[in-house]
């Protein structure tokens, strides 16, 4: 039996947020405000979410899927590594992610923030290389959407 092919995928979404770069980064550096918005879902329950917001720190979070969901019970984990962070301009991440202990993912995440007159632009950069052999980027890309839109709800 083979595995299927690893597929590779980059995609960009950029927004534009009524808020300074300097709140719009606080919602990525400061573990509290993140998980609210990046880990906490009406789909699942967070089991862990830590944070060591600097170059070299890690990234961790850990969810179960709840009941009426397609993949009901089944365990989450994200692990990432920062590995560049320029303060409310820039972030960088490498991460690995698994479902029900099979690993599915690995990536590298750039988020680029821009002072505007309305307030900040920002562009997020996801490379991607997905293992499971399914429509990972599709849903990735729907996934990265609705994160980068509940971080708008987050900062206002």
């Known amino acids: 039996m083979s595995s299927p092919p690893v597929i590779h995928d980059t ?40 944070q060591e917001f600097r170059v070299g720190g890690s990234e961790y979070l850990e969810y179960r899927y709840k009941p009426g969901s397609p993949f009901a019970g089944v365990v989450v984990k994200s692990e990432g590594r920062f590995q560049d962070i320029l303060d409310n301009r820039r972030v960088v991440t490498a991460s690995l992610m698994t479902l029900g202990g099979k690993r599915i993912s690995a990536s590298l995440v750039t988020l680029e923030l821009s002072s505007t ?26 996934g990265w959407r609705h994160l980068l839109e509940k971080l708008a709800n987050a900062i206002g």
């Open 11 to 50: 995609f960009t979404i950029n927004r534009s947020y009524p808020a300074v770069p300097e709140r719009v980064f606080a919602a990525f550096a400061q573990a509290d405000k993140k998980r609210r918005w990046f880990a906490e879902s009406d789909s699942h329950v967070v089991e862990a979410f830590e």
């Open 117 to 142: 007159a309305e307030g900040t632009d920002l562009t997020c950069t996801f490379q991607g290389a997905f293992f499971e052999g399914a429509d990972g980027p599709k849903i990735r890309v729907m």
